[in-house]
């Protein structure tokens, strides 16, 4: 008998460093294909799912390292990676038979944002994955801000964050076999301690409209379906 999931609708955040692996910038085509099969296979299960998806791993690194380049540069480069990234990801889940339709995270009330926002959670009601182009072009809004109040707007159960690591540390695990993993966390604590879970405009959105943070491992297989069923490995941040 499957286990039945804990939150249903959800907002999962992708990283563009989450797409890398171990290229050194650009995206790794089999993490892409595994990431969409964790999404797929929660689809499966009855789960309603959208996707941000950032796009700092092709743009930012190169355009900051260049002479003369700034982090604004890099952010509005990134922007157009958000898109690439979006599309491969969308590519992917429709070669899993997954329905999936590419819109912007951005909040633009004043072009018929409410439309959007309803459009959004009706493909998601009927099975589709809506996949949002994070970037903001922003350098003081970022993709997780974006993604926050998304999450926020579609009144999603829970913010999932998928990265590299399976959840928050109180040091880097890679370096610190000794560093311990953290399975709750408050909001508050997470900026007192300057926890790096995401950035805290992020956080504080998250807070004010009482959606839990779930930090895991992207990379993990079956890491989706078992965040959204309560087993597995992974950090909550709420309060």
Request: glycine content about 10%; proline content about 4%.
């Amino acid at each position: 008998m499957t286990k039945p999931l804990r939150w249903k609708r959800v907002l999962l955040k992708l990283s563009g460093e989450a797409l890398m692996g171990s290229q050194p910038f650009g995206i790794d085509p089999a993490i892409v294909e595994r990431i969409a099969k964790e999404i797929a296979d929660a689809v499966a299960l009855g789960a309603q799912v959208g996707v941000v998806v950032g796009g700092g791993n092709i743009f930012r690194g190169v355009a900051v390292a260049a002479k003369g380049g700034n982090r604004v540069t890099g952010d509005h480069m990134g922007m157009l990676a958000t898109i690439m990234n979006s599309l491969t990801i969308a590519d992917a889940l429709r070669r899993l038979k997954v329905q999936a339709r590419v819109l912007s995270a951005v909040s633009v009330p004043s072009i018929c944002e409410t439309f959007s926002q309803r459009v959004a959670e009706r493909y998601m009601e009927d099975g589709e994955v809506v996949v949002f182009a994070g970037g903001t072009g922003n350098p003081f809004f970022t993709t997780d801000s974006g993604a926050a109040l998304r999450a926020a707007e579609m009144r999603c159960d829970a913010f999932l964050k998928g990265t590299q690591v399976d959840g928050v540390y109180s040091d880097d695990p890679k370096t610190n076999p000794e560093a311990e993993r953290y399975e709750t966390l408050g909001y508050e604590e997470v900026i007192k301690r300057d926890l790096k879970v995401m950035d805290t405009t992020a956080i504080a959105l998250a807070r004010d409209n009482s959606i839990p943070v779930i930090v895991f491992s992207i990379h993990t297989p079956g890491a989706l379906v078992s965040v959204l069923q309560e087993t597995g490995r992974y950090t909550v941040v709420c309060d």
